[in-house]
């Protein structure tokens, strides 16, 4: 008869994989349960924390990161540990932290990107939207990217609010970039891009685009780029116009008008103009000579509603070429499978119930593995969203245990999970660490009149802070 | 957000019968897997139709025979969503439309359902999770210097 963990002699070991908000909320939900004794060890890829919040939110949405804030608070917790730099399915693996932990929780988030399934997809010019995105935050796998700035025109492919993003960034000034944390290799890039003209692209109407309205009411302020939209693609059609109506909601209501604003605007003659297109889908790039992007053939749709109401793009036999010579698609991320754990490829997250990770043949629940945050929903939802489902999944760990439904680690010493890290990757990165790099990066924005100027390679950061890799006999 | 999305974190598990089930066979699985609603599928696994609570409420009202299949007493004209369908435009179909368990078909197959309750937590969430955003803004922000 084994006793059940959570008390002070016997803590419940819970491992966390992904440093996100998914895993923060997670830990949170974890550690502030009163009767119970949890330890949470939090293992992230990447020397520093935070997920998307450090590598996707936009550098000029500095008062969005502020919720790192809220993390470190978390992280101040005694029974809280960090190690930095450590991947899952490279340095441990599923059937080490067996070894160590009662519980597993993935929060891995969605690390690539959808595509759009169309012919010249990967012509040179040619870009995910999640790799443009890691490339300005300064994302260590993606500095060595390069963007053809030297483009006039540009297209970004979808209106959810990744494309808004990128857009905005291809449009800001240098002056504005000054005052973000963008990583130094972007700014510099950018500070001489030539870009005139970013080609929005949505395939469906006003009503239906993700965007949300801060953000387009953000694009209609920018020092350095005029928005353009046309009268007759914010024009509502019936089926939306009814929509709009039975739906009651201002919000969207607000946006619509937004847009429709933006039809009566008079260009001020800015050096940059954003253009916001609807009822277009691509469907093929064309290269030059050099099998460069030099056009895409864009078809119209019109909208038809689904047996559920829901009005999907239907393409029309109009077709129009527009000449571009970089895409960034903007589609949606995609979350990718981890070694040794289920993964549903089509929907690209981890099939599960309530956060209760499930085996693929027989649906029932695998023993002491869960999931959190983009990987276990998709990719959807803005910060916050991810607090109510990861306290979901939390309450799910929290009924298993009291079943007693709960891995049998051998070794289910804190000290002991130690060892196994610091043999697998010497060069583990803890939150005291972190802090340390933090304050580095904040110094040296200060030094550059800037809020932070990050370090943007593995190497780099290591040195900082004095870890030298070890020589290998 | 998307149908898809809601489908991911429950299981996609949909527990189908074929439309020669009794009815009292049919009850006595909904109470025992603690379910609203039984999709009813051919022997090909094509979508039939779709029996709730509600239908059974009318049965007993009405004395029907439970030992009659339940393709005397399902509802024939099911509407199916998709994947991509749009969270809010299920909502709005599925409260004018008065059913409360949509039946989600991708290339011609069953792969999950979803209920009225789903979305109205799924909902719930994403409202809570813009609030909590927004909060914590504010508070964490607020303490900047
Ligand atoms: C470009 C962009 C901009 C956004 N802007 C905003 C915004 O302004 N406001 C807002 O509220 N929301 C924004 N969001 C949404 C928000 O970022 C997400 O909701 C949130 O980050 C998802 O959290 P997560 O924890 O699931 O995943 P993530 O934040 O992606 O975290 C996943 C973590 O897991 C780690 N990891 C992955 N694989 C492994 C492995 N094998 N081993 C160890 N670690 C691993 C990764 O390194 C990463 O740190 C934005 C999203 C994007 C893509
Ligand atoms: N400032 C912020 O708060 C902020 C910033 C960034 C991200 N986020 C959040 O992060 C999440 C992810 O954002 P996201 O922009 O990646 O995803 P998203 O909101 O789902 O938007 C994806 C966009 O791509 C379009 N699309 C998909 N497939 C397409 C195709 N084949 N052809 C053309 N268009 C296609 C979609 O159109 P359809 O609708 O027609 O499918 C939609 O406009 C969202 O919840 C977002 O709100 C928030």
Redesign the interface.
């Known amino acids: 008869m084994t006793t059940q963990p959570g008390t002070a002699e016997h803590p419940l070991r819970v491992a966390i994989i992904g440093s996100g908000p998914a895993a923060f909320y997670a830990a949170e939900h974890l550690l502030k349960q009163p009767d119970l004794t949890v330890t949470v060890d939090m293992f992230d890829r990447l020397p520093t924390p935070f997920g998307l919040v450090r590598g996707g939110v936009a550098p000029d949405h500095q008062?969005?990161k502020?919720?790192t804030?809220?993390f470190d608070g978390i992280a101040a917790n005694p029974r809280f540990r960090f190690f930095g730099n450590v991947e899952f399915g490279l340095h441990v693996t599923l059937d080490d932290l067996r070894q160590y932990y009662h519980q597993i929780l993935y929060a891995t988030g969605a690390q690539t990107d959808r595509r759009m399934g169309i012919p010249g997809e990967d012509l040179t010019g040619s870009h995910p939207a999640t790799e443009f995105v890691a490339w300005y935050n300064g994302h260590p796998d993606y500095r060595g990217h390069v963007f053809d700035l030297s483009q006039e025109r540009a297209a970004v492919v979808g209106v959810g609010n990744v494309a808004i993003d990128v857009a905005r960034i291809l449009c800001r000034t240098p002056e504005e970039l000054l005052k973000t944390d963008i990583a130094e290799h972007a700014f510099e890039a950018l500070r001489h891009s030539r870009i005139k003209e970013v080609y929005l692209l949505g395939r469906r109407g006003p009503v239906?685009a993700a965007f949300t309205n801060p953000e387009v009411k953000e694009v209609g302020e920018m020092a350095g780029a005029d928005v353009l939209v046309r009268a007759d693609e914010v024009q509502l059609d019936p089926l939306s116009e009814a929509?709009l109506a039975?739906?009651d909601?201002r919000t969207l209501r607000k946006k619509v008008e937004i847009l429709q604003g933006y039809a009566l605007r008079k260009p001020d003659g800015k050096d940059r103009r954003l253009h916001i297109r609807f009822l277009v889908s691509p469907v093929e790039l064309i290269s030059d000579a050099q099998g460069r992007v030099a056009r895409m053939k864009l078809v119209r749709n019109v909208l038809v509603a689904?047996?559920?109401?829901?009005?999907?793009a239907k393409a029309t036999d109009q077709f129009e070429e527009l000449e571009v010579g970089l895409v960034f698609r903007s589609v949606g991320y995609r979350g990718v499978a981890l070694a040794g754990v289920p993964f549903?490829e089509r929907?690209g997250?981890i099939?599960?119930?309530?956060?209760r990770v499930?085996d693929p043949d027989s649906?029932q629940p695998l023993a002491g593995q869960y999931t959190a945050g983009w990987i276990?929903?998709?990719p959807?939802?803005?910060?916050?969203?991810?607090?109510?489902?990861s306290v979901?999944t939390v309450m799910a760990m929290l009924e298993d245990l009291a079943k007693g439904q709960v891995l049998a680690p051998s070794q289910p010493e804190a000290a002991a999970a130690e060892a196994l890290v610091r043999a697998r990757q010497p060069l583990s990165v803890s939150y005291a660490e972190w802090k340390r790099l933090d304050e580095l990066e904040l110094q040296r924005g200060q030094t550059a009149g800037r809020p932070r100027l990050k370090f943007t390679s593995v190497p780099d950061m290591l040195s900082a802070l004095g870890k030298t890799p070890v020589p290998t006999p | 957000m998307k149908v898809q999305n809601i489908l991911a974190t429950k299981g996609s598990k949909v527990h189908t019968v074929l439309p020669d089930l009794p009815i009292r066979e049919a009850t006595a699985l909904m109470v025992q897997h603690n379910i609203g609603a039984l999709v009813i599928v051919d022997a090909a696994g094509a979508l039939v139709g779709i029996l709730s609570e509600r239908d059974i409420v009318r049965a007993v009202a009405r004395n029907q025979d439970v030992g009659e299949p339940v393709s005397r007493l399902m509802t024939r004209t099911v509407i199916a969503g998709s994947l991509q369908d749009d969270l809010s435009a299920v909502m709005r179909t599925m409260t004018e439309k008065r059913f409360r368990h949509l039946p989600v078909v991708d290339h011609g197959q069953l792969v999950g359902m979803v209920s009225i309750g789903d979305l109205v937590k799924a909902q719930l969430a994403q409202y809570q999770g813009e609030i909590e955003t927004l909060v914590t803004q504010i508070t964490q922000g607020g303490s900047q210097p």
């Open positions: 008062k969005i502020t919720v804030k809220a239906q929509a039975a739906s909601d689904s047996d559920t109401g829901s009005l999907n549903h929907w997250v099939l599960n119930d309530k956060g499930l649906k276990k929903r998709g959807s939802g803005v910060i916050g969203t991810n607090k109510p489902d979901e």
